[in-house]
């Protein structure tokens, strides 16, 4: 059987982050829900900037849009608001069957925003009003300024896929955020039932910066025990993060605050593997896949780790085996001297960065098709 397929059967729903026209106008992503039982989408400033600096997907905007005085900001907007709607459609269906519980695809407000509370409120609200779909979610970064939005417009009855997680306490945060939302919406005489929201936690990034910062440790002088137990760690730290956060899902999801939430008809907030590509070739190619396989989860992958877990995937219950030796490698990583505090403040304010220099160089391609002639 199709190991993608078999997710569904752990409880996992595979999506796949990436977009672009052609997805939606050459049958790509109607072949993933038929073949892979693809269940929903993610978009960001990077997809979109690859999408328009690499295909001719969007000449026919671009053409109509040339010699009207329209800004880069504008244009792009149309054209993401479009293929977010064009992608939602295809994936309604699933929507429909699965009634509500999945079929999303995702936009997000601009990452220049993102320690912005007032200005993310009004950007998510007015792009939801635009997008006018039930089965979309609105992308906003889990920062400081971002968890009160993330309150306010679940309180609202707005989906909110919230991106950027790295640390275990920010995850936190913005599970208590998703459940005071919905407290606040229901008081309020809203349906509980029509609101979806995900958590996405990042994942091969926080590999990165913790090998990096090992062999920093490495180089700067360790004994020969620290140095077998920090090399001991490469390529753990990520997998052992996720399993943590996962623990603390498990709990706020049980608790009686909860409890009396899902009797009113709410759904839980899936927690969302975002990052899920290896970066590091020594590393298994679906490794982040294989390690967090477990239910109400979602895994987002590129379409090179789709097809690669397609090929040569293994799925079992991963993400709830020994949640001692992820605590383990948690407290050997502190005690060898990198702090997971500091690796995951670091890989927030990048993350929001990274972003804004995509959504800079989306701009600046978007203007460069305008000005054509």
Same mark, same amino acid.
């Given at each position: 059987?199709?190991?993608?397929?078999?997710?569904?059967?752990?409880?996992?729903?595979?999506?796949?982050?990436?977009?672009?026209?052609? +997805?939606?106008?050459?049958?790509?992503?109607?072949?993933?829900?038929?073949?892979?039982?693809?269940?929903?989408?993610?978009?960001?400033?990077?997809?979109?900037?690859?999408?328009?600096?690499?295909?001719?997907?969007?000449?026919?905007? !671009?053409?109509?849009?040339?010699?009207?005085?329209?800004?880069?900001?504008?244009?792009?907007?149309?054209?993401?608001? *479009?293929?977010?709607?064009?992608?939602?459609?295809?994936?309604?269906?699933?929507?429909?069957?699965?009634?509500?519980?999945?079929?999303?695809?995702?936009?997000?407000?601009?990452?220049?925003?993102?320690?912005?509370?007032?200005?993310?409120?009004?950007?998510?609200?007015?792009?939801?009003?635009?997008?006018? *779909?039930?089965?979309?979610?609105?992308?906003?970064?889990?920062?400081?300024?971002?968890?009160?939005?993330?309150?306010?417009?679940?309180?609202?009855?707005?989906?909110?896929?919230? #991106?950027?997680?790295?640390?275990?306490?920010? +995850?936190?945060?913005?599970?208590?955020? +998703?459940? @005071?939302?919905?407290?606040?919406?229901?008081?309020?005489?809203?349906?509980?039932?029509?609101?979806?929201?995900?958590?996405?936690? !990042?994942?091969?990034?926080?590999?990165?910066?913790?090998?990096?910062?090992?062999?920093?440790?490495?180089?700067?002088?360790?004994?020969?025990?620290?140095?077998?137990?920090?090399?001991?760690?490469?390529?753990?730290?990520?997998?052992?993060?996720?399993?943590?956060?996962? /623990?603390?899902?498990?709990?706020? !999801?049980?608790?009686?605050?909860?409890?009396?939430?899902?009797?009113?008809?709410?759904?839980?907030?899936?927690?969302?593997?975002?990052? #899920?590509?290896?970066?590091?070739?020594?590393? /298994?190619?679906?490794?982040?896949?294989?390690?967090?396989?477990?239910?109400?989860?979602?895994?987002?992958?590129?379409?090179?780790?789709?097809?690669?877990?397609?090929?040569?995937?293994?799925?079992?219950? @991963?993400?709830?085996?020994?949640?001692?030796?992820?605590? =383990?490698?948690?407290?050997?990583?502190?005690?060898?001297?990198?702090?997971?505090?500091?690796?995951?403040?670091?890989?927030?304010?990048?993350?929001?960065?990274?972003?804004? =220099?995509?959504?800079?160089?989306?701009?600046?391609?978007?203007?460069?098709?305008?000005?054509?002639?």
């Amino acid at each position: 059987m199709n190991p993608l397929r078999q997710l569904e059967e752990f409880g996992q729903a595979v999506w796949v982050d990436n977009l672009q026209r052609s +997805y939606i106008t050459q049958g790509t992503l109607q072949k993933l829900i038929t073949e892979d039982g693809l269940k929903g989408l993610t978009s960001n400033p990077t997809i979109f900037q690859k999408a328009v600096a690499g295909s001719e997907d969007y000449e026919d905007l !671009f053409q109509s849009a040339r010699g009207q005085g329209r800004s880069a900001g504008d244009v792009y907007e149309q054209l993401a608001v *479009r293929d977010v709607q064009g992608a939602a459609d295809i994936l309604r269906s699933v929507y429909d069957a699965l009634k509500g519980r999945d079929g999303y695809a995702s936009l997000e407000v601009s990452p220049r925003l993102a320690n912005d509370t007032k200005a993310t409120l009004e950007e998510a609200r007015r792009l939801w009003k635009t997008l006018d *779909r039930p089965n979309v979610m609105i992308k906003v970064p889990g920062t400081e300024a971002g968890v009160p939005a993330i309150e306010q417009l679940t309180a609202e009855g707005l989906n909110i896929n919230v #991106t950027l997680l790295f640390s275990q306490e920010r +995850y936190r945060q913005v599970t208590h955020a +998703y459940l @005071t939302g919905l407290e606040r919406f229901a008081k309020a005489g809203g349906d509980l039932s029509k609101v979806s929201s995900v958590a996405s936690f !990042f994942v091969s990034r926080i590999d990165v910066a913790v090998d990096k910062e090992i062999e920093q440790r490495l180089k700067a002088g360790v004994t020969a025990e620290q140095r077998k137990v920090l090399e001991s760690l490469h390529g753990k730290v990520a997998i052992a993060n996720a399993k943590l956060a996962y /623990r603390i899902y498990q709990e706020v !999801f049980s608790s009686p605050r909860w409890k009396a939430l899902s009797a009113k008809g709410a759904k839980v907030q899936r927690v969302l593997w975002a990052s #899920t590509s290896t970066k590091d070739p020594k590393l /298994r190619d679906v490794l982040y896949i294989e390690e967090l396989i477990g239910p109400d989860t979602v895994n987002t992958m590129p379409p090179a780790t789709i097809d690669a877990f397609r090929d040569h995937g293994k799925v079992r219950t @991963t993400l709830l085996e020994d949640l001692a030796g992820a605590k =383990e490698t948690m407290r050997q990583l502190e005690a060898g001297g990198v702090s997971m505090k500091s690796v995951t403040e670091r890989l927030a304010v990048d993350g929001v960065r990274l972003f804004e =220099e995509s959504f800079d160089a989306l701009l600046k391609a978007v203007e460069a098709q305008l000005k054509k002639s």
